[in-house]
């Protein structure tokens, strides 16, 4: 009989052990989860984007090209609509369609495709096919006019010209040809660890040489003669950080080089991971409905 208690405590003891080396490691694994991003949505079904903004959901970011950013309150936020605008009035941003020419659906608010794709729309008249999430914008088959196809039951569609990051060029042609430019698409690859489940995306709206990088101006005179000059891309986006842009007209700077004078390296100012620059190439052909004729 006292064999028996004694077995039976240690039983006891052991499990009590297991007991609290599982809470321990709980305890850890939600301590470094919190760590890492303590307002994550990750594995928590209970979890309400709309309570943790980090600005109020529809606030006014700032304006890119006179085309209004918005907040999304957190960047796990996914509207279940989509917004109208209208071609020639950047400013304007509609829940409903009211039939007026020129309209177009933009995508789900305030999300970074729908951003990316309005600016695309006013100023170029033109938007990517569209894609799941932001990091397959990355792998979209073509560009096209949206209100070319719906009143001409036809679109002209246009290449996209990828320029990934770490891609060499070795000669001032291709150095040239490979070179950010305003209106690429910026393209982010899904990262956990950054809040960016599904990849991100922004358009770049202005391009400088970057003087400082180059090493001064003399410098800078001499690496453009070899179209190797260091550049500034000043970017807009949406449902990054959704803070404001303190009065700017752009959001974040990105820094491109010509790394060893032959790798297109776009670096992000946080050491998040770029996939590189989707652009518009040339036009293809055009497609016409079953009943115009020939593809």
Not at 113 to 130: N, P, S
Not at 266 to 287: A, E, Y
């Amino acid at each position: 009989m006292v064999a028996g208690f004694v077995e039976n405590k240690s039983l006891g003891r052991v499990a009590c052990l297991a007991f609290v080396l599982i809470c321990g490691v709980l305890l850890l694994w939600g301590w470094r989860g919190n760590k890492r991003n303590p307002l994550s949505a990750e594995g928590n079904p209970l979890f309400d984007p709309l309570k943790h903004c980090r600005t109020r959901y529809g606030t006014i970011l700032g304006y890119a090209l006179s085309v209004p950013a918005f907040s999304n309150c957190h960047s796990s936020y996914s509207a279940e609509r989509l917004v109208i605008t209208r071609f020639g009035y950047p400013e304007l941003v509609a829940d409903h369609n009211d039939g007026s020419k020129g309209n177009y659906c933009s995508g789900s608010p305030w999300s970074s495709m729908e951003y990316t794709a309005r600016i695309l729309f006013h100023y170029k008249g033109i938007k990517y096919f569209e894609m799941p999430t932001p990091q397959e914008v990355w792998s979209t088959p073509y560009f096209f006019n949206p209100l070319e196809a719906a009143e001409r039951d036809k679109e002209r569609r246009y290449e996209p010209v990828r320029v990934a990051n770490y891609e060499e060029a070795t000669t001032a042609k291709e150095r040239k040809r490979l070179a950010p430019r305003v209106f690429d698409i910026v393209v982010w690859p899904a990262q956990m660890e950054h809040e960016l489940p599904e990849g991100h995306i922004a358009v770049v709206v202005q391009v400088e040489d970057d003087v400082e990088a180059a090493g001064g101006e003399d410098r800078l005179r001499e690496l453009r003669k070899l179209r190797l000059q260091p550049r500034l891309l000043y970017i807009a986006e949406q449902n990054f950080d959704n803070t404001h842009w303190g009065g700017k007209n752009y959001s974040r700077v990105l820094r491109f080089q010509w790394r060893n004078g032959r790798e297109a390296v776009l670096q992000d100012p946080l050491g998040l991971k770029v996939l590189g620059l989707v652009r518009i190439g040339k036009r293809t052909v055009i497609f016409e409905d079953e009943d115009g004729g020939d593809l």
